[in-house]
Nanobody, 123 residues
Framework: QVQLVESGGGLVQAGGSLRLSCAAS????????MGWFRQAPGKEREFVAV????????VYADSVKGRFTISRDYSKNTVYLQMNSLKPEDTAVYYC????????????????WGQGTQVTVSS
């Protein structure tokens, strides 16, 4: 079993930055990919980024490429999402998720989910 707890959401003006954290516990993570998804009101949950726990290879959605950076800290069992140059369309609930399927970008491929953290970007 894996427990994921997100933090770091909030209200920020367009052009600003936020860093989300996802603290993971409950199992070893050597062969796990950690992803971030987001869901805006009335929309489906969409892929944002994924990182392989071992090696750190990362993949991003086109909509966030060059603005967001996913990273992980082994010592803290934590994954981060650094979000820069935020836009109003980035407003959503952001979810951390874990999967054993390498490079997974679809929500149904993820086995474990956090509770989500709200990010609101004002114009």
């Amino acid at each position: 079993q894996v427990q994921l707890v997100e933090s770091g959401g909030g209200l920020v003006q367009a052009g600003g930055s936020l860093r989300l954290s996802c603290a993971a516990s409950g199992r070893t993570f050597s062969n796990v990919d950690m992803g971030w998804f987001r869901q805006a009101p009335g929309k489906e949950r969409e892929f944002v980024a994924v990182i392989r726990w071992s090696g750190g290879h990362a993949v991003y959605a086109d909509s966030v490429k060059g603005r967001f950076t996913i990273s992980r800290d082994y010592s803290k069992n934590t994954v981060y999402l650094q979000m820069n140059s935020l836009k109003p369309e980035d407003t959503a609930v952001y979810y951390c998720a874990a999967t054993v399927a390498p490079g997974a970008a679809l929500a149904h491929e993820y086995d474990y989910w956090g509770q989500g953290t709200q990010v609101t970007v004002s114009s």
